[in-house]
C-alpha cells in the first residue's frame, strides 16, 4: 500500500502538472490532484488479488480497514461500561490511577454492579469491627531450612522481566519498592542494574532459559548463580515453572530485539534470537525439583527460596507435596500464579483455554499443603488480576498469604491497556525497547505512583479487614467470602469448596482426593 501510495502520488503530479501546461486555472490542477489520487488507489485496489474486499469495493473498501483499526479505542473509550471492560475495567483501572497519584479513590452514588448476577462476590462485614491497625502487617518467608528469612508486604511488584519492561519502567518499580518496602520480583530476563540501582528488594526469578547465570550452551550455571544472589538486594529466590497465561509453553525473544545491553543480563549472544524451553533441564521428577530447590537455597546462603507455577494437575502437585515429605525439605514458598495473569505476549487459545484460573488455583495448593502437614512451612503467594483491595482479601481468604500485582503497577507507572505490548509501541514507554517511546516514561514522577498504589491499597485491605472484625490476614476464614449461585441463592467458600484438616492425606484421604493421592508419586509425574 506505502508503494501504491508512492506511485500514486508521482502520478498525480505528473497529471496536475500536465494540466497546468494546457492553461487551466491553478484551482483546476488543486482539485484534480485528490481525484487523481482516489483514481489511482480505486485502480490500485481492482488490481491488487491480497483482500476481496477492495477488490469489489475499491477505495470506499479502506474505511473497513481504518474502522478496523481503532475498534480497540473506540470500544475502551466510548462503548464499554465502567464495570465490563476486559482484561481491567474502568473501575478499576480508575481506582489504580487516582490511588497512585495520590487522590480520592472513592465513588458516590452506589454501586453498578448487578449484586444478583450469578457469580458475584461479596466480604462478610462483622457487626463488631476491629480498628485498622497503624503498621501493616508482614508475612515471614522462611521455613526451617532457611538461614536468612524475609519479611513479605502483602502486595508486591510480580515478576516482570526488563526486555518486556522498558530500562525506565523497571526503575521506576523498583524505586517504588525501596520506597515503599515491599518486594520486586524481576521476571526471568535475568538481574539487570535497572533492578539493582534503586535499591529495592528483589525477588530474583529464574526461568527455564536460566537468564543471567546460564552456560553458553544454556544449562544452569552454579557459580554465577551464587555469586549474584549474594548481591545484598536478592532477598528470595524463585524457579519459575510456569506463567499464569501461557502454562507449558516456552518464550521467543527476536534477535532483532537482543541488543547489547539484554544480551548481556541475559548471557546471550547479541543480535541472535534467543529461545527459552518450556521445561527445565535441572530437574524431571518431582523429589528432583525439590533437591534442586535445596541446593538453590544452599548455593544463595540460606535465603528463601520457592517456585512459581500456574496449576494444572492436581495429582501432579500431589506427588511434589510427596517429594517434599520423602526429602524432608520444602521450598520457603510458592507463588500460585492464576489462567487469567498477564503475559508480554501469547497465543490466544494459551491465554483463554490452558492453566487452572487462581482461585481453584489456590485452594489446591493450600489444601494439599495443609493435608499433607506441610503448611506451616511453605508460604504462598497470589498473582493474577490483583488490582484493588478486595482481590487482595479474597486471595487471603483463599489461603494465600501475601500478593503480587504485574498489570496493576504497570497502571501505576502509565500504561493504558492499549494492549501493544508485543508490538515494541507501547504508547506510554512501560513495555518498549523503542528509546523514543520509553523517554516518555518520567521515573521520577511515576516512582513515587508506584509507592502511593501499594501503600494505599494495602490500607484499603486492612480497612475491608478491620470491616470484617479482622486485624491479622490469618485469622480469614472461608466463610468470611460468599458467591451468588442464582438470582436467589449464594453460599460461602466454607460451603462450596473442600477444606482439608491439617495432616488428612496422611492420616486417610478423603474420598475425593483419595484417587489422586494414591496415583501421586514423587518420582514421576503422572498426569
Not at 170 to 177: E, F, K, S, Y
Not at 331 to 359: K, M, N, R
Not at 480 to 507: N, V
Request: with cysteine.
Amino acid at each position: 500500500m506505502i508503494r501504491n501510495a508512492i506511485v500514486a502520488v508521482i502520478l498525480a503530479g505528473g497529471i496536475a502538472a500536465a494540466v497546468a501546461a494546457v492553461g487551466l486555472s491553478p484551482w483546476w490542477c488543486l482539485a484534480a490532484v485528490p481525484l487523481c489520487l482516489l483514481g489511482l488507489v480505486g485502480v490500485a485496489d481492482l488490481v491488487q488479488r491480497k483482500h476481496s474486499v477492495l477488490r469489489n469495493y475499491p477505495v470506499l473498501g479502506h474505511a473497513r480497514f481504518l474502522m478496523e483499526r481503532i475498534r480497540p479505542e473506540l470500544q475502551q473509550y466510548f462503548i464499554e461500561r465502567n464495570y465490563d471492560g476486559r482484561p481491567f475495567d474502568r473501575d478499576v483501572r480508575s481506582i489504580v490511577y487516582e490511588r497512585a497519584k495520590g487522590t480520592e479513590a472513592e465513588q458516590p452514588y452506589g454501586t453498578e454492579r448487578d449484586v444478583y448476577q450469578p457469580g458475584y462476590e461479596f466480604l462478610v462485614p462483622s457487626m463488631a469491627p476491629c480498628p485498622v491497625p497503624e503498621t501493616p502487617p508482614r508475612v515471614r518467608i522462611g521455613g526451617p531450612d532457611c538461614g536468612r528469612p524475609y519479611d513479605m508486604a502483602l502486595l508486591n511488584v510480580s515478576a516482570m522481566s526488563f526486555g518486556s519492561l522498558s530500562s525506565n519502567a523497571v526503575l521506576a518499580l523498583n524505586g517504588g519498592a525501596a520506597a515503599g518496602g515491599f518486594a520486586h520480583d524481576t521476571g526471568e530476563g535475568g538481574l539487570s542494574e535497572y533492578h539493582l540501582r534503586p535499591g529495592g528488594d528483589l525477588v530474583w526469578e529464574i526461568g527455564t532459559g536460566y537468564f543471567g547465570c546460564r552456560t553458553p550452551d544454556g544449562d544452569f550455571d552454579p557459580a554465577e548463580f551464587a555469586d549474584k544472589a549474594a548481591h545484598d538486594h536478592v532477598k528470595c529466590v524463585s524457579l519459575k515453572l510456569s506463567q499464569g497465561a501461557k502454562p507449558g509453553i516456552g518464550g521467543v525473544l527476536p534477535g532483532a530485539k537482543v541488543n547489547a545491553e539484554i544480551a548481556k543480563v541475559r548471557d546471550v549472544p547479541e543480535g541472535k534470537t534467543v529461545i527459552s524451553p518450556p521445561y527445565h533441564r535441572v530437574f524431571s521428577t518431582p523429589r528432583e525439583l525439590v533437591r534442586f530447590i535445596a541446593r538453590m537455597r544452599e548455593l544463595s546462603g540460606g535465603k528463601p527460596t520457592g517456585f512459581k507455577l500456574c496449576v494444572g494437575s492436581r495429582r501432579q502437585f500431589l506427588a511434589v507435596c510427596k517429594a517434599m515429605l520423602a526429602e524432608g525439605t520444602a521450598p520457603d514458598f510458592i507463588i500460585v500464579d492464576g489462567g487469567e495473569g498477564g503475559t508480554g505476549a501469547a497465543p490466544l487459545e494459551f491465554a483463554d483455554h490452558v492453566g487452572t484460573p487462581l482461585t481453584e488455583g489456590l485452594l489446591t495448593v493450600h489444601n494439599a499443603l495443609v493435608g499433607t502437614g506441610l503448611r506451616d512451612r511453605v508460604r504462598i503467594g497470589a498473582s493474577g488480576k490483583i488490582a484493588t483491595g478486595t482481590d487482595l482479601v479474597k486471595r487471603l481468604v483463599q489461603g494465600a498469604d501475601y500478593g503480587n500485582a504485574a498489570r496493576a503497577m504497570m497502571f501505576a507507572v502509565g500504561c493504558i491497556q492499549a494492549q501493544r505490548c508485543h508490538t515494541n509501541t507501547c504508547p506510554t514507554g512501560v513495555t518498549t525497547q523503542d528509546p523514543r517511546r520509553a523517554r516518555a516514561l518520567d521515573v521520577r514522577d511515576k516512582t513515587p505512583r508506584v509507592q502511593r498504589f501499594q501503600e494505599a491499597t494495602v490500607a484499603s485491605a486492612l480497612q475491608i479487614m478491620a470491616s470484617m472484625g479482622v486485624t491479622d490476614p490469618a485469622d480469614l476464614r472461608p466463610h468470611m467470602l460468599r458467591r451468588r449461585i442464582d438470582p436467589y441463592t449464594e453460599r460461602s467458600y466454607e460451603e462450596l469448596y473442600e477444606w482439608l484438616e491439617p495432616g488428612q492425606l496422611l492420616a486417610g484421604a478423603p474420598q475425593s482426593w483419595a484417587a489422586d493421592w494414591k496415583a501421586a508419586a514423587p518420582d514421576h509425574f503422572t498426569v
